[in-house]
């Protein structure tokens, strides 16, 4: 069965520090992979996707990034947080190649990071 | 900017009863719908999605699709005070390979 793995589970970080959060999915290969953070009381914001290695559309141009290095991890990061960055964020994964009928995502268990 | 709406609630119902969720759509191409619940504190976890217009049974679960009207409800039956939580809806996009998410419905169930 697959399974997706996401740490650190919670993380306290000043303004203006770098950033790092990794996402592993196991039990699949070639799974389309997403990043969203969900701020306090708000629904889900897109921040990333990518169909493979290499491949990362951005939604929301801001001071994040995201890379794929291998098939199954994908890593969020960014230079210098600000405040605005606190927020719940939950990595998801979907069986590629499905089209638009059938992309069930199911969500790891997510980073909740502070900003202070 | 292609939405999502659903009313925030708090939804309030006892124990037993049937909770109605209901979510809009405006985007006409899209074609999968899902639920989604939240505990919170938590990451969403899939109840149950929907392709066709018409209902999908799923246990105490019932989703309802109609593409005309564009929207897509939730039918909780013999509600449970564990079914306490903040439901999800999403649609897929026919824009980006991803689904689009409503803010939620926070349903309190009332022992």
């Known amino acids: 069965s697959q399974t997706i793995h996401q740490w650190p589970a919670t993380l306290v970080q000043p303004v203006g520090s770098p950033l790092s959060l990794e996402c592993t999915v196991e039990?699949?290969?070639?799974?389309?992979l997403y990043w969203y953070r969900q701020a306090a009381g708000r629904g889900l914001q897109l921040l990333f996707y990518?169909?493979?290695?290499?491949?990362i559309s951005s939604e929301v141009p801001q001071n994040l990034s995201a890379s794929r290095p291998q098939d199954r991890q994908f890593i969020l990061s960014s230079k210098k947080l600000l405040l605005s960055d606190s927020g719940f964020y939950l990595c998801?994964?979907?069986?590629?190649?499905?089209?638009?009928?059938?992309?069930?995502?199911?969500f790891g268990p997510g980073t909740r990071l502070t900003v202070l | 900017q292609k939405e999502v709406e659903q009313n925030s609630g708090p939804l309030s119902v006892p124990e037993g009863a049937i909770a109605s969720l209901n979510c809009t759509y405006s985007?006409?191409?899209?074609?999968?719908f899902f639920w989604y619940r939240q505990y919170s504190g938590k990451s969403p976890e899939l109840i149950m999605f929907?392709?066709?217009?018409g209902d999908k049974e799923d246990g105490r679960f019932t989703a309802q699709l109609n593409k005309a009207s564009q929207y897509v409800s939730l039918l909780i039956r013999d509600s449970q005070p564990s079914d306490s939580a903040t439901y999800l809806c999403?649609?897929?996009?026919?824009?980006?390979?991803?689904?689009?998410f409503g803010s939620g419905t926070r349903l309190q169930v009332q022992p």
């Open positions: 999403a649609v897929n996009s026919q824009f980006v390979r991803a689904l689009t």
């Open positions: 985007d006409r191409g899209s074609q999968s």
């Open positions: 998801a994964w979907s069986v590629a190649g499905m089209g638009g009928w059938t992309d069930t995502q199911y």
């Open positions: 990518s169909v493979g290695i290499g491949q």
């Open positions: 929907i392709y066709s217009n």
């Open positions: 039990g699949t290969s070639n799974p389309n």
